[in-house]
Each structure stands twice: as C-alpha cells, then as structure tokens.
C-alpha cells in the first residue's frame, strides 16, 4: 500500500482480554517500530525490528506485551490480559534503511480502550 | 540512553508573531526528526535533519541543528491559525541494531487569531 496501515482503528476490550494488533509496514521498508502515546503525552517506544536481527524489545513495559514480524513484513503487537493503564493509542511506523537520511513513517493507530 | 527535552510543552501564540520550539538531546545522535501531530491523527514528518550546520525550511517553518551544542530548533515566522498542532521532535541513536527513534513530550501550540 502507499503508506502505513493499521488494524483494527479503534479497540474498545474488557480488562483481563487479549488484543491483537496489526501493522502493515511500507512494502520494502526494513525497520518497523511501535509505539505507545497515551493521552496528551509523548511517544514511548515499545519495540523495534530491522530486518531479520533480533528484535529490540527494550520498551515492552512488561512480560504482557510482545510483538512478531513475519515474513519482515506484517507485524503483530499482542497484548495479553489486558489492563487499564494499556488504554493508549497503539503507533507504528516503518523506515526504508541503511539509507542514512530515512524517516519513519506513521499509521494512523489504533485506540485502544480498556473497560 | 538517549534523553530528548523539548521546551516549550504549551505555547500561545497570535497570528503573525514569530516564535521558536526548543529540542535539546542528551548524548550524541545522528538524526534529529520534526514531526507534526493533529489532533486526533498520526505523525506527519516535517524535517529531517542530519548533519551540524543543517537548516530546512518549509513555508513559515523552519529547523536547524546544531550537533555540538545538541540542540535544535524549529522556528515559526508569522504564525497562521493553520499551524496550530502539536510538534515533536525525535532523535535516533544507532548503537549496534538500536535505531530507535526518542521522541520529546511535544510542544502544544495555538495559534489564536
């Protein structure tokens, strides 16, 4: 697609549920982040994939919240029994590296709202 | 590990004043971004500057760098109502695979007519 796609827009989930959360990155780009910003506030970084590297997961803010990229291509952010504090909305971006002056470019999100 | 402090966090401003956003960073980086956030969307990239010295300008905005001193700006000349967002700016450290992007907490600006 022309740009950075994310599924679901919207996610309203009961506490103690599991999400999923879909990204389809730029075709071609080989890094792919996500963040967390929750209301009125900056973003915070969760994860990081570049290409076929380990991930770096040093931004999960617990062992609820993983991630997989498959196929270097579409990724899935899980988060398992879910809590309040997860409500945020849920960005990811891709980047076109090596290429030094890249940018990363966002979806839309996805709202997440935990009751 | 990369800090990224902007300042202002919320700034007023009538149309056609001038004004500038602050981003100071912590440790040495390659890359300094300037993103654009409406409210209720996602990030729409502005500038991306790479290099001491780098200055960019798109209409009334414009960004510089200054890798010595880490610190850059983004400078807004005659404000117009249409620029009322709020601005990010992000750093990226490459250290081995870690080409995260730190962003700061974004400055809230209005521009009021």
């Known amino acids: 697609g022309a740009g950075v796609s994310q599924s679901p827009s919207n996610k309203v989930t009961e506490k103690g549920k599991d999400v999923e959360l879909r990204c389809d990155p730029i075709?071609?780009?080989?890094?792919l982040y996500w963040y967390r910003q929750s209301l009125g506030q900056g973003l915070e970084f969760l994860i990081y994939?570049?290409?076929?590297?380990?991930?770096?997961k040093s931004g999960l803010p617990s062992d609820r919240f993983s991630a997989e990229r498959t196929g270097g291509s579409v990724s899935t952010l899980t988060i398992q029994r879910t809590q309040q504090e997860d409500s945020a909305v849920y960005l990811c971006?891709?980047?076109?590296?090596?290429?030094?002056?890249?940018?990363?470019?966002f979806g839309q999100g996805t709202r997440l709202t935990v009751v | 590990e990369l800090k990224v402090e902007q300042n202002p966090l919320f700034l007023s401003m009538q149309e056609g004043k001038n004004y500038t956003i602050y981003c100071n960073y912590s440790?040495?980086?390659?890359?300094l971004y300037w993103y654009r956030q409406d409210p209720g969307k996602s990030l729409e990239s502005l500038f991306v500057?790479?290099?001491?010295?780098a200055v960019k300008q798109e209409g009334r905005l414009m960004a510089s760098l200054d890798t010595k001193a880490r610190l850059s700006t983004l400078h807004i000349t005659a404000a117009v109502h249409d620029l009322s967002a709020t601005y990010f700016c992000?750093?990226?450290?490459?250290?081995?695979?870690?080409?995260?992007?730190?962003f700061g907490s974004g400055t809230q600006l209005t521009v009021l007519p």
């Open positions: 971006a891709s980047s076109h590296l090596p290429y030094r002056d890249t940018e990363a470019f």
């Open positions: 075709s071609g780009h080989t890094a």
């Open positions: 994939f570049q290409g076929n590297s380990a991930p770096d």
């Open positions: 440790t040495t980086s390659d890359r």
């Open positions: 500057l790479l290099s001491n010295g």
């Open positions: 992000a750093a990226g450290l490459s250290s081995g695979s870690a080409r995260q992007l730190t």
